[in-house]
């Protein structure tokens, strides 16, 4: 087993290889959140450049075009995706951040992809291909996705685009009629539960039923440290009522609000689960609770609950106030259960 994929990317790594004898010039891979799609096309990007690749498929890490690109300098390589990304990947590696007079952007915006011309209109350094990574593709706003569009319907000679991408209903159908699509599949709850444990993460099974069965969101769950304030959240849904919802809103304010009404949608598909079938997915350890609201809540208002808790999934970046914000959805969801 090569470490440079996740035990349970074996089988996909494996597969790859047979697309690999006829490459497509892009690839997009898709699947949900937190198992791993970034590391696994920037590990197939290197193994691309390799000058040396193993019969594996994997890259030699011994050569000079895998010196260059572990140290992120590769001629032949680009990587594009949103600025706070970037901004979390420097803190990661211990650099200091430096003072910033707005918030780094969430999205891919046309200049990035724009940058690319000069890239792919000279020849490769190492006569071999030219490697473009980009991710998450439903972070490119709309002026970035047209120009992208433009280049995959006219690919230049040698190059290849890997995409990845946690919701394909995001990206603009002419993308995805461009790309060959690859789905990397969550791996079996035994796997990913393996595991985290093995990463030394503790209560790994809530942690990672909490985050829908995806290892790599579990373990940041884990590191962060945010149980508190997801209990805080969750012990209100469990008991619904005005005055506490404005209290919670109070307490959980400076909380992400993209997690906070992540960590609802969840709740409500497990009551909705629950009432339908006696299921639960996300928090068993709710089970009694869960059970108990599932009894005395109307179908046609937790379905209207799920819907208005997607439509806020939808401008949770951009509140007018967060405070506000999260009143509505817990009041809403108060009356959802009355």
């Not at 096309?41 to 010196?67: K, M, T, Y």
């Not at 999205?107 to 990574?133: C, P, W, Y």
């Not at 990672?208 to 209100?236: I, K, T, V």
């Not at 179908?299 to 939808?314: D, N, Y």
Request: with cysteine.
């Amino acid at each position: 087993m090569n470490p440079g994929v996740y035990p349970w990317q074996q089988d996909a790594w494996g597969q790859m290889q047979q697309l690999r004898a006829r490459l497509p010039h892009a690839i997009l891979f898709h699947g949900s959140a937190g198992i791993g799609k970034a590391d696994f096309i920037e590990h197939f990007a290197q193994a691309l450049l390799c000058e040396n690749v193993r019969p594996d498929g994997h890259a030699c890490n011994a050569c000079a075009s895998c010196g260059w690109f572990v140290q992120q300098s590769h001629p032949d390589y680009r990587r594009i995706r949103p600025e706070a990304l970037e901004d979390e990947t420097a803190e990661d590696d211990g650099e200091e951040k430096k003072a910033k007079t707005k918030t780094p952007s969430k999205e891919i915006k046309i200049e990035q992809v724009r940058a690319l011309a000069d890239f792919m209109n000279i020849s490769t350094h190492r006569q071999g291909l030219r490697v473009v990574v980009l991710y998450p593709a439903e972070a490119l706003n709309m002026p970035a996705s047209n120009a992208l569009l433009k280049t995959l319907e006219e690919p230049p000679p040698g190059t290849v685009f890997l995409l990845a991408s946690n919701s394909l209903d995001r990206l603009l159908p002419t993308i995805l009629s461009r790309c060959r699509k690859f789905a990397l599949p969550l791996p079996a709850h035994a796997d990913a539960l393996a595991w985290l444990q093995a990463q030394g993460v503790a209560d790994a099974d809530s942690w990672l039923r909490e985050q829908g069965g995806a290892p790599l969101a579990a373990l940041a769950q884990s590191e962060a440290g945010n149980r508190a304030d997801m209990d805080a959240l969750l012990g209100f849904l469990a008991s619904p009522a005005v005055d506490s919802a404005l209290r919670t809103a109070d307490k959980l304010q400076k909380v992400p609000l993209t997690s906070l009404v992540a960590w609802q949608q969840r709740w409500l598909f497990d009551l909705f689960s629950c009432k339908l079938t006696g299921r639960i997915r996300y928090y068993p350890r709710y089970g009694r609770e869960l059970k108990a609201l599932a009894g005395k809540v109307h179908v046609s208002r937790l379905l209207a609950a799920i819907k208005g808790t997607a439509e806020r999934r939808a401008t949770s970046d951009h509140p007018l106030s967060p405070k506000l914000f999260i009143e509505d959805m817990l009041l809403d969801y108060t009356a959802c259960c009355a």
